[in-house]
């Protein structure tokens, strides 16, 4: 009878924990691989927890760390361009692959203009980049344009995907583009393939308010959905089949034509499934099936 009752207690004990660690796993999702807020007062992988290090694609200009007393009153990355389409990128901790279908790659961030965005159809440009195994290291030195075609910086050949806001009050094109890397700077260049067409209605950013962005990258079986968008609106929902890019290892943040100051805080990369998961999600199935197999077998 004892012996039994300590079996009974302890196939529950396993089943339960199964069960919590089955709930934690569906409940969580994924995971955040990236949560930078620049409180840390630099723009290296530094104190912050799941901070990265950030890199100017570009020899002019400058992109440092700064308290916003305006509207975000926090530190911020702040991006002071001096040339067109030039870009700031961020080096991921880690490759993360989309090897099953619903897996997905999501950056989300905030930002603002220091000053009224200019009339811009390309207006403020953020991606999800692979490095192609030239990962950036520093600050680009070795020339003053990026979009010249002799000047090789480490960005210059990434591939991935963007999303393309219009600022301002002119005409209104927010796209979608896949770069395949190799012409001018990331975010930037006739390496590029637009996915669906342009939108036309949903808001431009017009103003010197805070504002967020998104962009998520999601495997489907014929090949991956990106979805992107302005203050929690959805500008697209979109999927493309042709080249398709699952892994990723960068994300990137580019002024396109306008030239003016842009303040970024609280990016976010969140990848799903994290990869750690699976090993707690198979241990719970393993014990919720030890627990039926052992109730069965009384
Ligand atoms: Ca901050
Ligand atoms: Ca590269
Ligand atoms: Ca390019």
Same mark, same amino acid.
Request: proline share 3%; glycine share 10%.
């Given at each position: 009878?004892?012996?039994?009752?300590?079996?009974?207690?302890?196939?529950?004990?396993i089943?339960?924990?199964?069960?919590?660690?089955?709930s934690w796993?569906?409940?969580?999702?994924?995971?955040?691989?990236?949560?930078?807020?620049?409180?840390?007062?630099?723009?290296?992988?530094?104190?912050?927890?799941?901070?990265i290090?950030?890199?100017?694609?570009?020899?002019?200009?400058?992109?440092?760390?700064?308290?916003?007393s305006?509207?975000?009153?926090?530190?911020?990355?702040?991006?002071?361009?001096?040339?067109?389409f030039?870009?700031?990128?961020?080096?991921?901790?880690?490759?993360?692959?989309?090897?099953?279908?619903g897996?997905?790659?999501?950056?989300?961030?905030?930002?603002?203009?220091?000053?009224?965005? %200019? &009339?811009?159809?390309?207006? #403020?440009?953020?991606g999800?980049?692979n490095?192609? !195994?030239?990962? $950036?290291t520093? +600050?680009?030195?070795?020339?003053a344009d990026?979009?010249?075609?002799?000047?090789?910086?480490?960005?210059?050949?990434?591939?991935?995907?963007?999303?393309?806001?219009?600022?301002?009050? %002119? &005409?209104?094109a927010?796209? #979608?583009?896949?770069?395949?890397?190799?012409?001018? !700077?990331?975010? $930037?260049?006739? +390496?590029?393939?637009?996915?669906?067409?342009n939108?036309?209605?949903?808001?431009?950013?017009a103003?010197?308010?805070?504002h967020?962005?998104f962009?998520?990258?999601?495997?489907?079986?014929?090949?991956?959905?990106l979805?992107?968008?302005?203050?929690?609106?959805?500008?697209?929902?979109q999927?493309?089949?042709?080249?398709?890019?699952?892994?990723?290892?960068?994300?990137?943040?580019?002024?396109?034509?306008?030239?003016?100051?842009?303040?970024?805080?609280?990016?976010?990369?969140?990848?799903?499934?994290e990869?750690?998961?699976?090993?707690p999600?198979?241990?719970?199935?393993?014990?919720?099936?030890?627990?039926?197999?052992?109730r069965?077998?009384?």
């Amino acid at each position: 009878m004892m012996a039994f009752r300590l079996d009974f207690v302890r196939r529950w004990s396993i089943a339960a924990l199964g069960i919590a660690a089955l709930s934690w796993c569906s409940v969580a999702g994924g995971s955040f691989i990236v949560i930078d807020g620049f409180d840390d007062g630099g723009r290296t992988n530094g104190a912050d927890p799941l901070d990265i290090a950030w890199y100017r694609t570009v020899n002019t200009g400058s992109l440092d760390v700064f308290y916003d007393s305006g509207a975000m009153n926090s530190n911020v990355l702040r991006f002071t361009p001096n040339l067109t389409f030039v870009a700031a990128v961020g080096v991921l901790p880690t490759t993360f692959s989309l090897d099953n279908v619903g897996d997905y790659i999501e950056l989300s961030f905030d930002f603002r203009y220091l000053s009224t965005p %200019g &009339s811009q159809t390309s207006g #403020l440009r953020w991606g999800i980049y692979n490095d192609a !195994s030239t990962p $950036a290291t520093a +600050d680009d030195t070795s020339s003053a344009d990026p979009n010249s075609l002799a000047y090789n910086h480490a960005s210059k050949n990434d591939f991935g995907y963007y999303f393309n806001l219009s600022t301002g009050t %002119g &005409s209104t094109a927010h796209q #979608l583009w896949r770069e395949s890397g190799g012409t001018g !700077s990331i975010t $930037a260049g006739t +390496d590029r393939f637009q996915i669906g067409g342009n939108e036309t209605t949903l808001p431009k950013v017009a103003n010197t308010a805070v504002h967020s962005g998104f962009l998520r990258i999601t495997k489907t079986a014929a090949g991956v959905n990106l979805k992107a968008g302005v203050d929690n609106t959805t500008y697209f929902d979109q999927e493309t089949t042709s080249t398709v890019y699952t892994s990723f290892n960068g994300i990137a943040f580019g002024n396109a034509a306008n030239n003016q100051v842009i303040y970024f805080d609280n990016v976010r990369v969140e990848a799903v499934p994290e990869p750690g998961m699976l090993l707690p999600a198979l241990l719970a199935l393993a014990g919720l099936v030890y627990y039926a197999v052992g109730r069965k077998s009384r």
